[in-house]
């Protein structure tokens, strides 16, 4: 594994249980390295869905990838305000310069105001079927729900409006000393 940088740019593959690739996002800008979590940024970044269709962010995004926490978060800039986008997923690893993940259909979404939603119930329980999931992988993906819906009504980090909009300020400082290098 390549030593990683803060003010790197890294894509992101987001994979199914089986292998198969689910969706890459082509930029990331790297904002802090954590004993036990990444902070990414990037804004209208292409993303390519496993089918070949392709589209672009339309709104700043800070993610949080974990070493241990099997999900992760994007702060989202919404028209309506701050929203949290949270995967039910596996803890990340780094190949090369991209991070990669598995994810496992079950989202979280928390709006402006701290109320959520869970999604994508049906696609979870689908999915776990067709491809297996053992007792153990359901039991803990449950589990880390509880503890991510647990950390949004607590307010935990990274679940604070003020934390994305710092984190939003490295990435404009990130992408302006890019802008300058190149």
């Known amino acids: ?8 740019h890294y894509v992101i593959h987001c994979y199914k249980h089986d292998g198969r690739i689910h969706k890459i996002w082509e930029e990331a800008v790297l904002l802090e390295i954590g004993e036990e979590y990444l902070v990414f940024g990037n804004d ?12 672009k962010t339309r709104e700043p995004a800070i993610m949080f990838f974990f070493k241990k926490k099997w999900f992760n978060v994007i702060g989202q800039y919404k028209k309506e305000g701050i929203q949290f986008y949270c995967n039910i997923a596996s803890p990340f690893l780094i190949d090369e310069n ?17 109320s959520f939603k869970v999604l994508d119930r049906g696609e ?3 999915h776990k079927n067709q491809m297996n999931y053992s007792k153990e992988l359901d039991r803990i993906l449950h589990m880390e729900l509880t503890s991510l819906i647990d950390s949004v009504r607590k307010k935990e980090w990274p679940f604070r ?11 404009k400082q990130e992408k302006e000393k890019s802008a300058v290098l190149n």
């Open 1 to 8: 594994m390549k030593k990683i940088k803060v003010g790197g």
């Open 44 to 55: 209208r970044t292409k993303v390519i869905e496993s089918d070949g269709r392709s589209w």
């Open 98 to 114: 991209a991070v990669k993940y598995i994810d496992y259909d079950l989202d979280l979404r928390v709006f402006p105001d701290g």
């Open 124 to 126: 979870y329980n689908y």
């Open 161 to 171: 409006h003020e934390e994305i909009k710092k984190y939003y300020e490295i990435y």
